[in-house]
């Protein structure tokens, strides 16, 4: 039953996102996104390795995400992307490989069998970015963020690290 977490920045997502996994020890599969490209997304990185459980597997996405959840799918699996808008940062300037990306991750999420749970930025809050790849992206993501949440069971929005239930039943 996939699950999208969407929320600004600092709102809690990612917190959230671990809540709802197992925490009786059972593997948790956490792909991560994020490239520590500056000393600030490295510290981001850091603080998100500590809070996770030790007994979790972290897979560094490479790219092809849907690729990466399916591998890891099974009926009792459980994976954790953190997240969906990171991982959109790196494909950002090729438009025909971004909309191939999402669309193989639309495409692989209703045939997963096991749990998971999607931590995605919501971009399109704040104000109309001035440059041309700003909002490139938050299009972008936008245009991402609504065709996942149509392949989800339940999506939760957080704002001041609360969860705000916009589609399914609260976990």
């Given at each position: 039953?996939?699950?999208?977490?969407?929320?600004?920045?600092?709102?809690?997502?990612?917190?959230?996102?671990?809540?709802?996994?197992?925490?009786d020890?059972?593997?948790?599969?956490?792909?991560?996104?994020?490239?520590?490209?500056?000393?600030?997304?490295?510290?981001?990185?850091?603080?998100?390795?500590?809070?996770?459980?030790?007994?979790?597997?972290?897979?560094?996405?490479?790219?092809?995400l849907?690729?990466?959840?399916?591998?890891?799918?099974?009926?009792?699996?459980?994976?954790?992307?953190?997240c969906?808008?990171?991982?959109?940062?790196?494909?950002?300037?090729?438009?025909?490989?971004?909309?191939?990306?999402?669309?193989?991750?639309?495409?692989?999420l209703?045939?997963?069998?096991?749990?998971?749970?999607?931590?995605?930025?919501?971009?399109?809050?704040?104000?109309?970015?001035?440059?041309?790849?700003?909002?490139?992206?938050?299009?972008?993501a936008?245009?991402?963020?609504?065709?996942?949440?149509?392949?989800?069971?339940?999506?939760?929005?957080?704002?001041?690290?609360?969860?705000?239930?916009?589609?399914?039943?609260?976990?």
């Amino acid at each position: 039953m996939p699950t999208l977490v969407l929320g600004g920045q600092r709102s809690g997502k990612s917190r959230y996102a671990e809540s709802l996994m197992p925490s009786d020890g059972r593997s948790v599969t956490y792909i991560a996104t994020a490239i520590g490209n500056d000393e600030a997304m490295r510290e981001r990185i850091r603080a998100h390795r500590a809070r996770r459980p030790a007994h979790w597997r972290t897979l560094e996405c490479q790219g092809d995400l849907a690729a990466d959840l399916a591998a890891n799918d099974g009926p009792d699996a459980y994976q954790l992307v953190d997240c969906l808008t990171l991982w959109l940062t790196a494909l950002v300037d090729d438009a025909d490989r971004a909309s191939a990306g999402i669309d193989a991750l639309t495409q692989t999420l209703p045939q997963l069998s096991g749990s998971v749970v999607l931590v995605s930025n919501e971009t399109g809050l704040g104000v109309v970015p001035m440059d041309a790849i700003s909002r490139r992206f938050v299009d972008l993501a936008g245009r991402m963020n609504q065709a996942v949440a149509g392949c989800c069971e339940r999506v939760v929005f957080m704002a001041a690290g609360l969860p705000m239930h916009l589609k399914g039943t609260q976990p």
